[in-house]
């Protein structure tokens, strides 16, 4: 079949003859497939692609082939190409928006925040249940996260007196919260 035109192989497949198919295939592929590696850059996957969809096309045409009209390779090389440009323009507009991720959303779930504001109001009525120079101790050390010297001075006190009251701050928040911590979200912390 060396010897038959490329439109009269065409021609044939029109009609149902599928080594016709085979032999333009084995004939036109390969140069289809080094058209569309030229113009793509040496991307052996987009050009197996392109190659696939364009001769796939081909056989689409067959039936409607007008012969004299145009060459079967001229009118194939015009489709390689558009299909090429029309891969290259997706490219450079960037991956489909489909195929990008939704972007993690940095808040908290709402259980999480429901957690954190159960979290807060407990441990705010808990602090309430402490003698004033102790919650003041603990708020200042661990809630505002300054250090025993800092503290020392703010409250009027001695290093050794401030360790006294967030020691027996902590123990009397402890036990104010004994009794939530499954309720809290502790039993691990």
Not at 23 to 39: N, S
Not at 108 to 121: E, G, K, L, N, Y
Request: negative net charge.
């Amino acid at each position: 079949m060396s010897d038959i035109a490329d439109e009269d192989l065409l021609a044939a497949y029109a009609r149902g003859d599928a080594q016709a198919a085979r032999a333009l295939t084995a004939r036109l592929g390969p140069r289809v497939f080094a058209h569309a590696m030229r113009m793509l850059g040496g991307d052996r996957a987009e050009a197996e692609d392109v190659t696939q969809e364009a001769l796939l096309r081909l056989w689409r045409a067959a039936p409607d082939w007008r012969m004299g009209e145009a060459r079967v390779t001229t009118w194939l090389y015009r489709v390689t190409a558009n299909l090429c440009i029309d891969r290259m323009r997706r490219r450079r507009a960037g991956p489909a928006l489909d195929a990008i991720p939704e972007p993690e959303d940095g808040a908290p779930s709402v259980a999480a925040a429901m957690m954190a504001r159960a979290r807060a109001d407990a441990l705010q009525a808990a602090l309430m249940t402490l003698p004033d120079r102790q919650r003041e101790a603990v708020i200042l050390r661990h809630i505002e996260g300054l250090s025993n010297p800092e503290i020392a001075e703010i409250m009027d006190l001695g290093v050794r007196a401030v360790e006294s009251l967030t020691a027996r701050g902590k123990r009397g928040l402890e036990a104010a919260l004994s009794g939530r911590k499954a309720e809290l979200g502790l039993e691990d912390d």
